[in-house]
Structures are given as structure tokens and as C-alpha cells.
């Protein structure tokens, strides 16, 4: 409940079980987890290998989650879109 509680407050207020949600860039999970544990249904994207690894293992620690975590990216460069 200590990192960034501004986003888990916005994520408290929109998600109810059931709610679909796609994280672009999950890192490690804390969205992930945290929208798993509200009742989302969770699709991610980790195109990092090591980031990837760590996501699956806090994955595996919290349970085995039923979250579609997927070793890819939406982009073939770097960099930020519009």
C-alpha cells in the first residue's frame, strides 16, 4: 500500500471483478498483482527478458494468478508513440 498510492487509489476506484485489464509494460507487476487481487481479468506485456522473469516469479509467489503475461512488445522501436 506504500508505492504509489495515487495509482492504487485510481485503481481501486475502476476496477470490480470482472474488469479487464491490459498492462503495457508490466515490469515486475505491482499493477498487475494489485488488479488481479481487485477481480480484473489481466492481460501484460514485458518485452524486458529479466523483467519478464521477475514478473512470472512474483506471479508464481502470489499464487500462479490466472494473468496472460506475454514476453513481447507492441513496437519495434524504442521510444514514446502518440
Keep these: ?24 509494460g508490466a515490469w515486475i507487476g505491482p499493477t498487475v498483482l494489485y488488479a488481479r487481487h481487485l477481480g480484473a481479468v489481466v492481460t501484460c506485456f514485458e ?6 522473469e521477475r514478473l512470472l516469479g512474483n506471479l508464481r509467489m502470489n499464487g ?7 514476453p513481447v ?9 502518440k
Design 1 to 24: 500500500g506504500k508505492w504509489e498510492p495515487e495509482t492504487l487509489a485510481k485503481l481501486r476506484e475502476v476496477i470490480r471483478p470482472g474488469t479487464k485489464y491490459c498492462d503495457i
Design 47 to 52: 518485452p524486458d527478458r529479466l523483467a519478464f
Design 64 to 70: 500462479g494468478l490466472d494473468v496472460r503475461a506475454l
Design 73 to 81: 512488445a507492441l513496437g519495434s522501436t524504442d521510444g514514446m508513440r
